[in-house]
Structure formats: structure tokens, C-alpha cells
């Protein structure tokens, strides 16, 4: 599996026209949301390259919640989902056939975790969440080797008069990257 942070949405991935209507656009990234949800996000695309390239199957890539932490200012918010839940995307954000499109042996999971302030009263509100992600054929059995790997989002958002903006008081915010994160406040 791989994950794309930045350009644009696969032209193959079948999942394009969904992200495009939820977050205004099809760029990858941390960007401002202004389809049908708002706010500041991160959308990225996991690709699962299947071999064969052939095979005919469905596989979908699952994704797991680890941990995650949710800031207002440098107070915990509360209402975070709870460790180790699903938070594999629903159908019309996913290309489970390798053979859509033109892929030629790829599955795709797009997602954009995003966060919407509602009213503009000066606070930052924060999003730190580890992920995990697999693949699975269709009847739930991992697909061989489906070795998984780890990813962290995190970033900070304000809405401001003009609208919502990312905010960078904490070094290292804003971003995507393999591996996890704190889910402290400020990243320490």
C-alpha cells in the first residue's frame, strides 16, 4: 500500500467525483474544504497495488483509528472516537476493483478528516489521530501480504471573518506522515 498527500486524486480512482462534491475539489493535501462539507482537512488517497495485476476480485483497503485527540486551544475537547475503531470509508469514497477505470491492479480509499468551527470566537480548535490501514478480499480475509502500515494527521484550525484558516503556532502541524504522532496539543 501507498499513500498520496499531495496533486491530485488518481484520474482511475472511481471514488474522484465523491471527494470532489465533499471537499470542493479533487487536490490532495492539507486545503480548505468548500464542498459539501467546510472547514480545514487533510485529504489524501491510499492505494493498494494488487499482484497480479489481473486478478478480478474485490479488495478493500480498511482503515483503523489507533488513538486520537481533539484541542480546543490547548484544552482537551473531548469527543473523540475510541481507540482501535473502524474507520474504513464508506463505498462511494473507495474503487474496491482493481480492474475499474483502467487501474490495472489498483484499489483506492480516499479520505479527508477535516474540522469545521462553527463560529468565529478566536480559538483554535486541533485534530491529532493515528491511523492504521489493510486490505482485505471481499469475504474479510486479509489479502496476501497485506502488511499494513501506520499514518498520523494532525492539524489546526481557525475560523476567521474571510473563512477558515490553517494555523501555525505548533511547529510540525498541519501535515500527514507515516509512522503516529503525539496527540498532545502542541506535539511535545
Not at 490532495?28 to 499482484?51: D, P, R, S, Y
Not at 480498511?62 to 470509508?89: F, I, M, W
Request: proline share 6%.
Amino acid at each position: 500500500m501507498s499513500r498520496r498527500t499531495s496533486n491530485t486524486v488518481s484520474n482511475d480512482d472511481s471514488a474522484l467525483t465523491a471527494f470532489q462534491n465533499a471537499t470542493g475539489n479533487t487536490n490532495l493535501g492539507a486545503k480548505i474544504f468548500n464542498g459539501n462539507v467546510h472547514g480545514c482537512g487533510i485529504g489524501f488517497e491510499t492505494i493498494g497495488t494488487i499482484t497480479p495485476s489481473n486478478y478480478t476480485g474485490t479488495i478493500i483497503l480498511h482503515r483503523t483509528l489507533v488513538n486520537q485527540k481533539l484541542y480546543v486551544n490547548s484544552t482537551d475537547a473531548g469527543g473523540e472516537r475510541l481507540p482501535n475503531s473502524d474507520d474504513t470509508s464508506p463505498s462511494n469514497f473507495r474503487d474496491d476493483n482493481p480492474q475499474s477505470g483502467g487501474s490495472s491492479g489498483k484499489v483506492y480509499d480516499l479520505d479527508g478528516p477535516s474540522i469545521t468551527p462553527a463560529a468565529i470566537d478566536g480559538k483554535v480548535y486541533r485534530y491529532r489521530t493515528n491511523f492504521s490501514a489493510d486490505a482485505t478480499l471481499s469475504d474479510g480475509s486479509l489479502a496476501s501480504p497485506s502488511p499494513g502500515f501506520f499514518f498520523y494527521v494532525r492539524f489546526s484550525c481557525q475560523f476567521t471573518g474571510p473563512g477558515y484558516v490553517f494555523v501555525n503556532d505548533v511547529p510540525g502541524d498541519n501535515q500527514i506522515g507515516s509512522g503516529s504522532t503525539p496527540t498532545t496539543w502542541n506535539l511535545q
